[in-house]
């Protein structure tokens, strides 16, 4: 992913709230299916860390982008936006 395309995808997540917070239990697969499905539908998602989450954000980041095929647009705080192009009807257009 390129800069630019990044960009594009932070302006967009910026107006959205998160749709899913990991608190104390961490990342179960019962999380990452469901995060799973959401990228397939909405393609680019916000999620929160609670504060009783002792795990490091950036890992938690980084180990639910591995584990849904996604990537990583960026961790502010406890909060972080992954972006997976779904496989039929894509909704986001990055620029080239």
């Given at each position: 992913m390129t800069s630019?395309?990044?960009a594009y995808l932070k302006s967009l997540a910026m107006v959205m709230d998160p749709i899913f917070?990991?608190?104390k239990s961490g990342?179960?697969?019962e999380?990452?299916?469901a995060v799973s499905e959401a990228l397939e539908a909405r393609e680019l998602i916000k999620l929160a860390?609670?504060?009783n989450c002792m795990d490091d954000i950036p890992a938690i980041a980084s180990t639910l982008a591995e584990r849904t095929h996604s990537e990583v647009v960026q961790v502010i705080g406890r909060r972080?936006?992954?972006y997976r192009p779904a496989k039929e009807k894509k909704k986001i257009m990055l620029p080239r």
């Open positions: 630019k395309q990044r917070q990991i608190g990342l179960t697969p999380i990452t299916e860390v609670l504060k972080f936006v992954l």
